[in-house]
């Protein structure tokens, strides 16, 4: 299960009331921010940017590839430890605005994890030291330290003694 806030409202759907729950100007801020992240080929420069203008928490030597999308209004509840990779187009999202609800959860991703190309990670979900998440997956609930994951956060994959690489027939 997945530790989110839950925010009820009235009236239209959540996204089309997003201004009552975050400014323009944070949102511009950091729309602009985020997008010039995902283009920047140098590290140190990315993670001043998530740090000192987003508010994220960025570890010593976590690398984000490019294209990289994190979440453009509440990026300040995203954690990232040390020597961690997050892959290329990777998208780390802090809310969800649905029909009659908001909700808000923090990202909390430990250190020395590699997180795959194209992967997404939803709100209120921490990954534990050392995990692997395979390329192209849905991370919707927590990852355990040194577990391996892909798909829909399927089961760890190191305790078979299969190896994830080789498809089963």
Not at 76 to 96: F, K, M, S
Request: hydrophobic share 40%; aromatic share 8%; glycine share 10%.
């Amino acid at each position: 299960m997945r530790n989110v806030e839950r925010y009820p409202t009235d009236g239209p759907n959540a996204l089309w009331q997003v201004y009552r729950t975050v400014s323009r100007f944070k949102a511009v801020r950091n729309f602009a921010a985020i997008q010039i992240s995902r283009y920047c080929p140098s590290l140190p420069v990315k993670n001043w940017i998530y740090r000192r203008i987003l508010g994220m928490r960025v570890g010593k030597t976590t690398s984000f590839a490019l294209m990289v999308m994190v979440d453009v209004f509440f990026p300040e509840r995203i954690t990232v430890g040390d020597n961690c990779i997050i892959g290329y187009n990777t998208t780390i999202l802090t809310h969800e605005y649905l029909i009659h609800e908001y909700r808000l959860g923090d990202v909390v991703i430990g250190s020395n994890v590699m997180i795959g190309a194209n992967t997404t990670i939803l709100p209120g979900v921490t990954i534990g030291d050392g995990a692997v998440v395979a390329a192209g997956s849905l991370v919707h609930r927590d990852v355990p330290a040194g577990a391996f994951v892909g798909g829909e956060s399927v089961p760890d994959h190191s305790a078979t003694g299969l190896n994830p690489d080789i498809d089963r027939a």
